[in-house]
């Protein structure tokens, strides 16, 4: 989804502002079309960011977690992004799946940054994968992959 800015260096993109060195990059999750059941390329966002795979019940929550330590920022573009066409759209947990752990098979990638609900829920294993802390947005709308 984005990288960074193409067009000035050092520049970021909203809402990643650490998104400023071309070594960051940010891959949608798989989705299935509801109404088809086929895979599908799109996503339920018009900018891929701020609909989210929520945690279940017996899950970490750790947006409810950020926010009651004062983080407001973490589920900002949640509450900015449109939910309207999440309906229309499945997680697709086997491709989401298998997409993370090509990208973690990669050498060049240090590190992955899903919600940890999510990395439990996917059953992924990879040393890889890290919490991103409080201080930045959710990560249970797309997948963030730092290189090397």
Aim: hydrophobic share 35%; net charge positive.
């Amino acid at each position: 989804m984005d990288a960074s800015f193409p067009f000035i260096n050092r520049f970021p993109l909203f809402p990643h502002l650490s998104h400023n060195d071309g070594k960051k990059l940010d891959f949608a999750f798989c989705y299935i079309d509801s109404k088809t059941s086929q895979s599908t390329n799109s996503t339920p966002s018009p900018i891929g960011y701020g609909v989210s795979e929520m945690p279940r019940p017996d899950e970490i929550n750790t947006a409810a977690l950020c926010s009651q330590q004062g983080y407001w920022q973490y589920s900002m573009v949640i509450k900015i992004v449109p939910q309207k066409n999440k309906a229309n759209f499945l997680f697709d947990s086997m491709r989401t799946k298998k997409l993370v752990e090509i990208l973690a098979s990669e050498k060049s990638v240090g590190k992955i940054f899903i919600e940890p609900h999510l990395k439990a829920r996917l059953n992924l294993t990879t040393s890889k994968i890290r919490f991103h802390g409080c201080r930045a947005v959710r990560h249970d709308d797309h997948i963030h992959v730092q290189l090397i």
